[in-house]
């Protein structure tokens, strides 16, 4: 069965890129260009794991985050940050909200697909 993966992020030429490749992986591939569109989606769809980003018009990532964490229907779904906030308070943060991994732009598409898949193995 395929592995389901939600990516989240505002920008066009991040979000072809790994739809791309998470394609080539063989992975059913969901797109929400911001965090309310990714809250759509998550209602009728359970992905594995979702790469989301933090500072997006209108829901940004951390209000994502906090949604996910609170559905029971998605408490096995795998949250990555990715993002440009690089601080460690920034990554600090991140984590203790809750997300499984924390990676920041600019990012190696090698890297993220390791990740990914270290994951959910």
């Known amino acids: 069965m395929k592995k389901k993966i939600l990516i989240v992020d505002d920008e066009p030429n991040i979000v072809m890129t790994l739809e791309y490749t998470f394609k080539k992986q063989d992975f059913e591939v969901y797109i929400a260009r911001d965090g309310s569109e990714a809250l759509h989606i998550l209602e009728s769809n359970l992905p594995d794991i ?60 090698k890297k993220i697909v390791s990740e990914v898949l270290e994951l959910l193995n």
């Not at 408490?75 to 601080?87: D, G, H, Y």
């Open 50 to 109: 979702v790469l989301l980003d933090i500072m997006m018009p209108g829901v940004d990532g951390y209000q994502t985050l906090k949604y996910i964490k609170e559905q029971d229907s998605l408490k096995n779904t795998k949250v990555v940050f990715l993002t440009a906030k690089n601080k460690a308070s920034d990554i600090e943060k991140g984590l203790k909200l809750g997300a499984d991994k924390y990676l920041t732009k600019p990012f190696s598409v």
